[in-house]
């Protein structure tokens, strides 16, 4: 008896509702669980075959076998307990285990679909209460409760007593720690660039403030500027000019309205380590490859995806049934995100972030990454960028066409190592948009990897060439919406994007006629395609005109492909003077996108691409503002970089990086970006404690918060392409 991980759709079906919404009225409290203190035997608790529950001191007790893979391998539970939907409940139990242990607590269904409606992983030792209070989306007779303790290679002891499942009780109100009302840019500003603060208040006039060193010496002082409430945030706030401090200094702070700030510097090269390490992420992603401890220390684990027990593996995957009669060997590329998948339209964006970065930001060929590759006659960022590319080739179908992914059959659950999984691997059908980023970004290949090897130039040459002729004759293959089991659907069905931006590298690679013509006869070429969004997996014209901009080249009216990218850049300009905590990014009603942090990132990369292309001050100055947000001057007080600022992300959804669920393994490396703020919450964890937020308030650093706080090879890409080009203005 199981209550297995679901599927990301099933989850949010399943979701709780807000805690601190209007209260209804509340039944007396209502103890569901019977004989959970286990004083009259073990019945009707079970566990899972292999496992029997004895009682110890009146304690019910097991001992869980090792090698298991999941968490549902090893449980135990009970069934039949009544849930109502929008009910709250008060769920506790006491609770001990083998040090370090974890154990997946959970209140779902106990029959098919097995939805989980309720879930924590509190990492156990000597005896300790837990309690927590959630609200039920779901009315059944046949909910659970269950303790799931598989997923170790080693056995050991779980005890539990005293477990509870009262209805009828109040729902707990999430308040988030955000710290100091004062917020900085926790990592550091340059010296002579910008420099601001925000400050949250009730004060409707101006404020004293002061800036100190580390020592607590005065180095300035002013007074705040009121800018009423903040839509994003819904906060009442000032804010704090500092831009003429202009000497290198570490641990300040500002102190206004009875707060202190964050520390903070102001320095040169304050973002060198980062270039390299918002890099450095992707080796830790690698699939079908051994990650080396030497190269980086807590991080290593066995090859994924090799066909090694239990593991499927990659070298020989057939298609989902129905769709084709082959096997490819897949084998390498990237793991997209926190799961296991691999996606050719996220695998496009995140390398032709990577190839941008190295074709326009001169300093980016020196990076020493410390990989596998390092010290070979090619720079290290191509050498990362090549293990996704081969990839990329990989996908490619007899036709020309391109597979849109691979991916597991089902979801797995968390945490669960690559070499772990044991889920049959599938590819999924081909698609016009998959097929069009492999002609992008293998021409981008061709024309960069040209000095370093002629065989692989060619190949990806040539793969350019017959992705976009399939394409021209396939123009409406779409990844359908209802393909997310497994892994995530990735649907786009407009594609004279990709279109466009295939052309145009096509033509930079090549320079011939027939691709310029497609160029300039594409309706992108004279759109405005700097919405809120700038461009992403789904939205890639904007990534076409930069490049345009950027790479020399002869295409007939290129000043207005140059003025474009400069209009949109004054765009994002315009909205971020407007805002209070200086964002470039302004989303439609105020809802905040899935994985809005790298949206704010690649604003910015637009409006690096304008100061490169004109030298005006007012690109630099808005891009190093808009780096204030990511590294804490937000409403939250958190960098969403792992590893930079005093209170950063760490606990990102992920499989592997999952030290809040399992001791043993890492936290994200550092350098990693966190999804941040979403509106839509679509997870049950992030439903549960934030509906109803507003903007930037609609994010949890918490793992099993996939629609808020995950990872994702795109989402870096955004991060290493900017901090590229504001290491070369320090």
Known sequence: MHLWERSRTIATIAALLVAG??????????????????????????????????????RACVDVPGGTVNRWDAAIGQNDIALVAG??????????????????????????????????????????????????NASTEQGQVAFQVGGSPDPWRFCVDNVSLVGGVPPEVYEPDTGPRVRVNQVAYLPDGPKGATLVTSSTTALPWILKDGSGRAIQKGRTVPRGVDASSGQNVHTIDFGNVRKNAGGLTITTDGETS????????????????????????????????????????????VGVAPNQG???????????????????????????????????????????????????????????ESGDRVPDILDEARWELDFLLSMQAPTGLVHHKIHDREWTGLPLLPHLDPQPRELHP?????????????????????????????????????????AKANPALYAPESDNVGGGAYNDSKVSDDFYWAAAELFLTTGEKKYATDVLSSPEHTADVFGPVAFDWASTAAAAKIDLALTP??????????????????????????????????????????????????????????HRITGRDRYRTGLLTGLDYLFGRNA?????????????????????YAAQLDPSLPHPPPGTLAGGPNSSIQDPVAQSLLQGCVGQFCYIDDIQSWSTNELTINWNAALAHLIGYVTELD
């Open 553 to 610: 080249n002869r295409l007939p009216g290129l000043s207005s492909v140059k003025a474009q990218v400069a209009a949109g850049a004054d765009k994002y300009l315009a909205i971020q003077r407007s805002h209070p905590y200086g964002v470039a990014y302004a989303p439609t009603g105020n809802v905040w996108d899935w994985g809005s942090s790298s949206v704010i990132a690649n604003n910015l990369v637009v409006i690096a691409a304008a």
């Open 430 to 470: 081909v698609s016009t948009a998959a097929t069009l980023n492999l002609a992008a970004t293998a021409a981008q290949a061709a024309r960069l990897y040209k000095p370093y090897d002629a065989a692989f130039t060619k190949r990806a040459l040539a793969a350019a060439r017959t992705a976009y002729a399939a």
């Open 87 to 136: 009910e709250s409940y008060r769920f506790s139990f006491d609770a001990s285990g083998d040090a370090g242990h974890v154990v997946r607590a959970i209140t779902g269904l106990s029959v098919d679909p097995y939805d989980t409606y309720f879930e924590q992983s509190p990492i156990l030792g000597d005896w300790q209460h837990y309690e927590w209070t959630f609200t039920a």
């Open 21 to 58: 919404a209007a209260a209804p009225a509340y039944a007396d409290e209502v103890e569901q669980v019977v004989n959970g203190t286990f004083d009259n035997g073990t019945d009707p608790f079970w566990a899972n075959a292999g496992m029997a529950i004895a009682l110890t001191d009146g």
């Open 636 to 656: 939250l007080n958190i960098s969403y970089v792992t590893g930079y600022g005093e209170v950063a992300a760490e606990n990102q959804h992920s499989r592997w």
């Open 262 to 305: 964050r520390p903070f510097d102001i320095g040169d090269r304050a973002y060198r380590n980062l270039r390299s390490d918002a890099l450095k992420m992707y080796y830790t992603q690698r699939s079908g490859i051994a990650i080396r401890d030497d190269l980086r220390p807590g991080y290593a684990r066995p090859a994924g995806h």
């Open 314 to 372: 990659d070298t020989a995957v057939p298609c989902q049934p129905g769709v084709c009669d082959y096997t490819l060997d897949v084998s390498g590329g990237w793991y997209d995100a926190g799961d296991h998948g691999k996606y050719v339209v996220n695998g496009g964006i995140s390398v032709w972030g990577l190839l941008a970065e190295y074709e326009h930001n001169r300093g980016s060929r020196k990076l020493n990454l410390s990989i596998p």
